[in-house]
Structures are given as C-alpha cells and as structure tokens.
C-alpha cells in the first residue's frame, strides 16, 4: 500500500508500505477518513530531525506514515481479540495513542500521558494517511452510525480536543465565550461553544476563516490585526471580558490577550501547540482570580463523549472540512493547508 510521509522542510511522499498484518492484540482499519491537523504542520515545516521533541510530541527514527486522525472499519482481528472489543466490520475512530496500559493515565484512558512515555500514530508510530492501518484493539472507539467517516475523523483529534477543553473550561450556557485562532481546532469550539448555547466570539486575521467562524455559530468576528482584541472583548461585555476563553492559535500574542480578555474570576485554556507566552502574572492572574490551564486532546471516553454530543445534537461537523483529497494528491493538500486560510482538509484513502 502507499502511505504519505513528511520529509521535513514542507516536503512530502507518497511511498509504498507493505499492507500491515495485526498481531494477537490488533485490529486492521481500511481507512475510510484520515483527517489533515494543524500539529501535522509542525512535522511538515521544520528539517526532519530523528527523535526530535516538538510540539510535544517525539519524532521517529526514520520517516512513518502520516496522520493521526483515523476514521475506517475493522477488516482483521487478532488471534486474542474479543468480540466485545472489536468485530470485523465495526465502523470506529481510533483514539491514536498506545503505552503500558497499567499506570493511572492508561488505566483512565489518558493513554497520550502514559509515565513510561506513549506511542502516537502517525508520529512515532505509522498512521492513517494510507489504505490500512494497524491498531491496537484497546484504541478503538465506536462510531455512531449517523456520523460520517470524515466527521469520525475530525473527532479523532480536533473536534474532540475542542469538546475536551470546553468541558474543561465549564462552558455553560449563559456564558460569553472567546475563541482566539479560527483553523480546525478553534472553527470545532466555536461550532460546539454555540450548539453549548453560549453567545461566541471568533477571533482570526484570515478573513476567510472569520466568515467560516460565522457560518458555524459564532455571534461575532474579530480581526485582532484591525482592533485591540482586548478591548473589542470587553466593549462586547459591558466592559467586563469573556467569561471563558480559549486559545486554538499558539500565538504569543493572542495567548496573552486571551488572559487579558478574561474576566474576573473566569477561566482561559490553551489549546494550541508550541511556542511561548509573557504574562504580568499579578494583573493578568492573581489580582483578578483567573484561572489558566492547558488541555491536550482527549481521553477515550471523552472522545466517546464527543461523538455521542455531536451525533445527538445533530452538530454539522462535516461542514468543518472545505477540502477533501487523494493520497497522491498530498504535496498539493499540505501545501494549501500550511497556508492556514482554509477550512479542515481530509484524506480519503480509498
């Protein structure tokens, strides 16, 4: 089978892979959705540089097969695998992590943050940009059958992690709601702030990406290149701030507007990858009583969780992806997708 592998330097291939065999503890996807995020880009920008820490995530050895979103049906089981945990057939995301499987981040699905150090597909690990991918059982979550494959995939990292952080923050329904990057992972908490019933406010410098914001929800639209994003905030709130905000864009710059923009008492979340931020830890923090905390994508019953709100609610998902390419068609969807105006991309391996 072919598989897309990032070379570094915003170079990509497609190379051939033998199509993988599961073992006793396995299951084989047929990739039906591989979803394209915005932390592939963190792979794809820089030099490749083997065993490498970036974003929060290690690189492998020698180049694997991209994509950490995977969305498919099961077409092998191992030789150990129940019936209740995997059949062939079962259409299923895949939470797209593996470690110990016995320490307390395992034992409550937070595979990601296992203490012996965890495995991530499409990392360190082969991944969904390909026909087949190999996982282990205990990985799978199911899909419920009114959600597509594309909107299963979107779960698999950025919806999810979007929903992970709301539920964090304790977004309730008469809250004022702050999204600071509008690419997939802030578009998903605006969609999903709105459908919370919050009153959003989108934040982005594309114009293309404002407008998408719009369309998914949000109440109103914000260039922080054209105004203080602060003060734009709070002139929204009766000069009081957001009553939670997140930050989707790893910007140093909107990271700390994010905090400022707060409220008293309120809470901010960062969300986004990498990078730094300054604070004035009194004015910004303390003497207001805002909390801060940083959210890393999901456990497994959160990203069950998700699909069941996003399946029950009727929430578009689908309407998050503008683009929707071929494996061999890779170096042009990285290309389009490292210009951050777009919508979510996804693979669609067969």
């Known amino acids: ?101 016995v320490c307390r981040h395992c034992a409550s699905g937070w595979t990601q943050m296992c203490v012996d150090g965890a495995i991530v597909f499409g990392s360190v690990g082969n991944g969904a940009h390909a026909k087949y991918m190999r996982a282990p059982a205990h990985t799978l979550v199911g899909l419920p059958d009114s959600l597509s494959f594309e909107a299963g995939a979107a779960i698999s990292c950025g919806t999810g992690t979007a929903y992970g952080a709301l539920k964090r923050l304790g977004l309730e329904g ?35 990406r404002r407008q998408m914001a719009l369309d998914m929800g949000a109440d109103v639209a914000i260039d922080p290149n054209a105004d203080d994003p602060v ?26 507007a994010a905090v400022q923009a707060t409220r008293a008492w309120g809470s901010a979340c960062f969300v986004g990858e990498g990078g730094e931020v300054m604070l004035e830890v009194s004015p910004d923090l303390i003497r207001r009583q805002v909390t801060l905390m940083g959210h890393w994508t999901f456990s497994k019953v959160g990203q069950a969780d998700c699909a069941r709100f996003v399946a029950d609610r009727k929430i578009d998902v689908d309407g998050l992806f503008t683009h929707k390419w071929r494996l061999d068609q890779a170096d042009e969807a990285y290309k389009l997708f490292d210009q951050q105006k777009t919508g979510k991309g996804v693979f669609l391996p067969n």
């Open 231 to 256: 003060q734009a905030i709070k002139d929204l709130t009766h000069g009081e701030g957001a009553h939670k905000t997140l930050d989707a864009s790893s910007s140093a710059a909107a990271r700390r």
């Open 174 to 208: 008469d809250e004022t709601l702050a999204v600071f990057g509008q690419g997939p992972v802030g578009l998903s908490a605006t969609q999903l702030g709105a459908a919370m019933g919050a009153r959003v406010i989108a934040l982005d410098i594309s114009p293309e």
């Open 1 to 101: 089978m072919k598989g897309i592998v990032f070379l570094g330097e915003r170079q990509v291939e497609l190379r051939e892979f033998p199509d993988p065999t599961p073992g006793p503890r396995d299951v084989i996807l047929e990739i039906k959705a591989s979803g394209m995020c915005g932390t592939d880009l963190k792979a794809y920008r820089p030099k490749f540089e083997p065993g490498v820490v970036r974003g929060g995530i290690k690189r492998s050895s020698t180049p694997v097969i991209a994509g950490h979103e995977p969305c498919g049906v099961v077409v092998a089981v191992g030789s150990a695998v129940t019936e209740r945990e995997a059949r062939i057939g079962d259409r299923v995301m895949d939470h797209h992590y593996d470690g110990c499987g």
